[in-house]
């Protein structure tokens, strides 16, 4: 059969052209009226069709243990073949334009294709279907949720197809040629399910629409691009639909290209520090009522008290509900006052579908996947978000202690996100993942824990031997923080560069970032605070913005992320006031198994993640590194860099052999060396001067010596040596001459 023809507006700009094509494949013939694309003959978009497979879905699951399709199956038995085709038909679009999957492109095919084996006789899957199911996807947020609500996703597609037949044929028609008729059509599907609505508007709509579903994610986008198209329109859906329409026209225009808003350039302008997608959350009740917990697992809920709170929308921002809660609890002391703002705001904004949540009684943990959106319930006395909570309980003193410590953190609602790849594995297996007659999914080989093995070659690359490499990796992977210290010129900060990279396995510096401490750096440069920031409206506020040493921690914790190293070098770290700048984060550097309260975060627990590790580096001819407190001698290992000892000992001469080059620089910086006292071993030079290709003529030599070396030798014997006794010590003649009657 030939397919619906698709408005060429939608090729010219979509996302996804195969995505898209298989879409319309489906959508196209259903939207206007005609025969399934899937056999050309069957009228699966009817009123009849999607109120019998509504009415069978609705029946619930037989057995919750069971897998999907094994529920399905069950209850399509007996069905006419217009609403098992449908089924098939809604299967596909369900999960045709989601990107990282929890299931393998060839499971998922396998759902469509087992379903279209319930007719009789079994239906032949065209070409076309498949086309668009690729890996890649293009919906990128809330795939957990289209994995756990798979069952009320098709139940709302079912009342999309019924809502859609019974309009007349010009409304439709009209949906099909305009995005904003479209929405409104599809918008008054009753029982709203944001998350697949949008997909299917995406779908049918792409160069209007954007593949984001996520209510949060929307309203982050948009507000971080408003400025950019004159201001935002309005808070309604449609008007932040087209808001993000008209900033992605904006950034087409720039980039020559349709954008990606999930592209690492992009998201890091709108995604708000910090957000690890899918997030995981202990529950508490007040007072640990088992009563509540128990209606909280019978009612596959959970809820939130706000008796004396004012009525608040999802996704209401931070400052509301501060604001809120200090007006509306003034009963409550500061600390409760605090602990309900967390617990208001997490609930309304932060949560999502897909995300975990846990509670504890009696010892047992049990664990739940959150499936709906917040709703106020009880006369508004009470939040509630619907939470499918599994059967199994775990004994809290059987879990990691890691998991363990998370369970001790105070609060009604505790973001635990930092723990959720341990929760993810106690999670029961999904039974749709091994159904009968599927393929299983492709060995995964396992990601490499820990520091990347160093090599010879390596160690040549740098000019130094492997032994005294390997033991700074060895000390640098057991204390997590040490520094590299030593006189100018022997690669301190090179070699920490050059080390990360290689330990981490990363070319790219994402996992190894650098930061220069100075006299005046301070702890909100270095971890976090309050900076000025310009409103829409063109005012002057604060906002709390994340230094350095927060972003990587965060990055570091992200789930998937934990067992890769991520490296910050703080390069000249002893010239700034280190109790000033590292604040209450002395604690974590011992300790990093605990959690402390940030003095600008006093809600928000932060704990540093075990794989992040911190190399500075000092220079010893800098006296400032005398006055180093006890503090952070403890918590770091000291590892010297000097030109008498190894790594750095011979390391010039090893790099003008392997470029044949003169070899006299290497005779002169060990000759220069010689002529300083033992006692002033700090003040030595490191090889670094001489690297330079200027070092190989004697002009550029006798530059090197007069404005670089003799100045610093000045400076440190300065009052002890005049300059013709320098001269006569240090200079290059004299140097020049020794080595001639050696």
């Not at 010009?170 to 995005?179: E, F, N, S």
């Not at 959690?595 to 075990?610: C, G, H, K, M, V």
């Not at 030079?685 to 030599?701: D, E, N, R, W």
Request: charge should be negative; charged fraction near 30%; proline fraction near 6%.
């Amino acid at each position: 059969m030939t397919p619906a023809k698709k408005p060429a507006l939608h090729r010219a700009l979509g996302i996804s052209k195969e995505i898209e094509d298989a879409a319309w494949f489906v959508l196209g013939p259903g939207l206007l009226g005609k025969a399934s694309a899937l056999d050309g003959r069957t009228k699966t978009w009817s009123v009849q069709a999607s109120a019998e497979l509504l009415e069978r879905l609705e029946r619930g699951v037989a057995d919750p243990k069971a897998p999907m399709m094994t529920n399905l199956r069950q209850n399509l038995e007996g069905a006419t073949r217009g609403a098992k085709q449908l089924a098939v038909e809604l299967l596909f679009l369900q999960s045709l334009p989601l990107a990282h999957e929890v299931k393998s492109l060839k499971v998922k095919r396998a759902r469509v294709a087992e379903a279209a084996s319930w007719l009789e006789p079994p239906l032949e899957l065209p070409d076309e279907l498949y086309a668009g199911m690729t890996d890649h996807g293009v919906i990128r947020d809330r795939t957990a949720e289209f994995n756990w609500t798979i069952w009320d996703h098709l139940k709302w597609l079912c009342r999309f197809v019924q809502h859609v037949a019974q309009r007349p044929a010009h409304v439709v028609q009209a949906a099909v040629k305009d995005p904003l008729a479209f929405h409104r059509l599809v918008a008054g599907t009753p029982d709203d399910q944001p998350a697949i609505r949008r997909s299917i508007e995406f779908l049918v709509w792409p160069s209007y629409f954007e593949p984001v579903v996520a209510d949060v994610e929307r309203q982050e986008i948009r507000d971080a691009f408003a400025s950019l198209v004159g201001g935002a329109k309005g808070d309604s859906d449609e008007d932040i639909s087209a808001d993000i329409h008209r900033i992605r026209l904006h950034l087409d225009q720039q980039a020559g290209q349709r954008i990606d808003w999930y592209s690492r350039q992009l998201v890091s302008q709108w995604r708000k520090v910090g957000d690890p997608g899918r997030r995981a959350w202990l529950l508490r009740t007040h007072h640990d009522n088992a009563e509540l917990l128990g209606e909280w697992r019978d009612e596959e809920a959970v809820t939130l008290d706000v008796e004396h709170l004012r009525l608040l929308d999802p996704g209401v921002t931070a400052g509301l509900v501060q604001n809120a809660v200090d007006e509306d609890y003034k009963h409550l002391g500061y600390v409760e006052r605090e602990d309900t703002k967390t617990a208001v705001f997490a609930f309304l904004t932060v949560m999502k579908p897909g995300d975990l949540a846990l509670y504890q009684s009696s010892g047992k943990v049990r664990i739940g996947v959150v499936l709906g959106e917040p709703e106020h319930a009880k006369d508004n006395r009470q939040l509630r978000r619907k939470v499918r909570w599994f059967d199994e309980e775990h004994d809290v003193t059987g879990l990691p202690r890691h998991i363990q410590r998370q369970l001790t953190t105070s609060g009604n609602i505790v973001d635990i996100t930092r723990v959720i790849q341990a929760l993810e594995a106690l999670l029961p297996a999904e039974a749709e993942e091994a159904e009968e007659g599927t393929e299983p999914d492709a060995a995964v080989e396992p990601v490499e824990e820990g520091f990347r093995p160093l090599t010879p070659e390596f160690a040549a690359s740098l000019h130094m031997d492997l032994e005294p490499l390997q033991e700074i990796a060895e000390l640098l992977e057991e204390n997590r923080q040490l520094v590299l210290y030593g006189p100018p010129g022997t690669g301190k900060t090179y070699l920490a560069k050059h080390l990360a990279a290689e330990l981490a396995g990363d070319t790219t510096d994402e996992r190894v970032k650098l930061v220069q401490f100075h006299p005046s750096y301070a702890y909100e440069d270095f971890f976090e605070g309050f900076r000025p920031d310009k409103t829409d409206e063109g005012q002057v506020s604060f906002k709390l913005v994340a230094g350095p040493l927060r972003r990587l921690a965060e990055e570091a914790a992200k789930p998937g992320n934990e067992s890769k190293p991520y490296f910050l070098i703080i390069d000249e770290m002893n010239r700034a006031n280190l109790a000033k700048v590292f604040g209450e984060l002395y604690f974590l550097l011992e300790y990093r198994d605990d959690r402390i309260y940030l003095q600008y975060s006093p809600n928000e627990p932060f704990t540093l993640p075990d794989n992040l590790y911190i190399i500075g580096t000092m220079n010893t001819a800098d006296r400032s590194i005398a006055m180093m407190d006890a503090a952070i001698r403890r918590r770091f290992s000291f590892i010297e860099l000097h030109p008498k000892t190894e790594p750095v000992k011979g390391s010039l001469l090893r790099f003008l052999q392997a470029r044949d080059l003169d070899t006299t620089p290497a005779l002169l910086l060990d000759a220069l060396n010689d002529a300083i006292d033992e006692w002033d071993r700090d003040l030595m030079i490191g090889p670094s001067y001489f690297m330079k290709k200027s070092a190989q003529t004697p002009k550029g030599l006798r530059r090197i010596w007069k404005y670089e070396l003799m100045p610093l030798l000045e400076e440190h014997y300065h009052g002890q040596l005049n300059r013709a006794q320098l001269e006569e010590r240090f200079g290059l003649e004299q140097l020049l001459g020794r080595l001639a009657h050696a």
